[in-house]
């Protein structure tokens, strides 16, 4: 969609600071960051599968040669762009750069929320019903092991994939490398920080979706206020929509819509 030419509509390039244009990495089994992130991905995986990694020493350079030369044998398909994203592209930068968009911005007025909520409520159950354990299969064949992120356990390879992929990341971009001791640093800030907030506000979230779908009452929901710098929770009851009377049968609240022409 935008070649490294492309100007927008002021005459300016596209890709001008702080826009960066990305550029593909081929694989290398030759490059030791492509060789740690195979290997550090594949070892991870592994984990969580129960799949036994078949090396005494996995974060040695020789296992991560052995595996890279495994890797090289795959080879992807290659890529080829899609038309109808790159439409579906164009036509949103042409929507954006029109005035006139009142009659779009109307049809998606019109979509009723509450009729949307019911059909994917539908169609989760009905997604629900194909994943029920089958007869005759042991429930440990449906379970994964959880990796649990330990920055000060080199051996377990959090690490190892943070800083190669990260890397490789940059390299897309063009961006500076970072040592590995220092993304070892930066994560061990970082990562409780988001997974501990994200973690939370996930699982509340999915609480309120579980009686969305169980289809309960108002009075079964809950408002969460969370501070986990405290930390403190409180949960309280829903309560109803503020109306104000303007005449016998006729009350407004502020989700209440009117057009005038």
Same mark, same amino acid.
């Given at each position: 969609?935008?070649?490294?030419?492309?100007?927008?509509?002021?005459?300016?390039?596209?890709?001008?600071?702080?826009?960066?244009?990305?550029? #593909?990495?081929?694989? =290398?089994?030759?490059?030791?960051?492509?060789? /740690? @992130?195979? /290997?550090?991905?594949?070892?991870?995986?592994?984990?969580?599968?129960?799949?036994?990694?078949?090396?005494?020493?996995?974060?040695?350079?020789?296992?991560?040669?052995?595996?890279?030369?495994?890797?090289?044998?795959?080879?992807? #398909?290659?890529?080829?762009?899609? =038309?109808?994203?790159?439409?579906?592209?164009?036509?949103?930068?042409?929507?954006?750069?029109?005035?006139?968009?009142?009659?779009?911005?109307?049809? !998606?007025?019109?979509?009723?929320?509450?009729?949307?909520?019911?059909?994917?409520?539908?169609?989760?159950?009905?997604?629900?019903?194909? @994943?029920?354990?089958?007869?005759?299969? #042991?429930?440990? =064949?449906?379970?994964?092991?959880? !990796?649990?992120?330990?920055?000060?356990?080199?051996?377990?390879?959090?690490?190892? @994939?943070?800083?190669?992929?990260?890397?490789?990341?940059?390299?897309?971009?063009?961006?500076?490398?970072?040592?590995?001791?220092?993304?070892?640093?930066?994560?061990?800030?970082?990562?409780?920080?988001?997974?501990? /907030?994200?973690?939370?506000?996930?699982?509340?979230? /999915?609480?309120?979706?579980?009686?969305?779908?169980?289809?309960?009452?108002?009075?079964?929901?809950?408002?969460?206020?969370?501070?986990?710098?405290?930390?403190?929770?409180?949960?309280?009851? #829903?309560?109803?929509?503020?109306?104000?009377?303007?005449?016998?049968?006729?009350?407004?609240?502020?989700?209440?819509?009117?057009?005038?022409?």
């Amino acid at each position: 969609m935008y070649p490294l030419d492309s100007k927008t509509k002021e005459g300016n390039l596209f890709w001008s600071l702080p826009k960066r244009p990305p550029t #593909p990495i081929d694989y =290398d089994k030759n490059n030791a960051l492509h060789r /740690t @992130f195979i /290997t550090s991905m594949a070892c991870l995986r592994a984990n969580i599968f129960f799949i036994e990694i078949p090396s005494k020493n996995p974060r040695s350079e020789e296992f991560r040669i052995e595996v890279g030369e495994n890797a090289d044998f795959f080879k992807p #398909p290659a890529f080829v762009p899609n =038309d109808e994203k790159a439409k579906e592209i164009q036509d949103s930068v042409n929507k954006q750069n029109k005035k006139d968009v009142a009659e779009e911005e109307k049809k !998606e007025e019109e979509v009723d929320s509450i009729d949307e909520v019911q059909k994917v409520r539908k169609e989760f159950i009905e997604l629900l019903k194909e @994943f029920q354990l089958k007869k005759g299969i #042991p429930v440990e =064949d449906y379970i994964v092991k959880a !990796e649990t992120f330990e920055k000060d356990n080199d051996s377990n390879f959090h690490i190892d @994939f943070m800083y190669s992929m990260a890397n490789c990341r940059s390299l897309n971009y063009k961006l500076d490398p970072m040592d590995w001791i220092n993304v070892k640093l930066k994560a061990g800030r970082i990562v409780p920080a988001l997974a501990t /907030t994200t973690a939370s506000i996930a699982g509340l979230q /999915t609480l309120e979706l579980v009686k969305v779908v169980k289809g309960l009452k108002k009075d079964q929901f809950r408002n969460i206020f969370l501070n986990l710098a405290v930390p403190f929770m409180q949960a309280g009851e #829903p309560g109803d929509v503020v109306k104000e009377k303007l005449l016998d049968g006729l009350e407004v609240s502020l989700w209440d819509r009117w057009e005038v022409y």
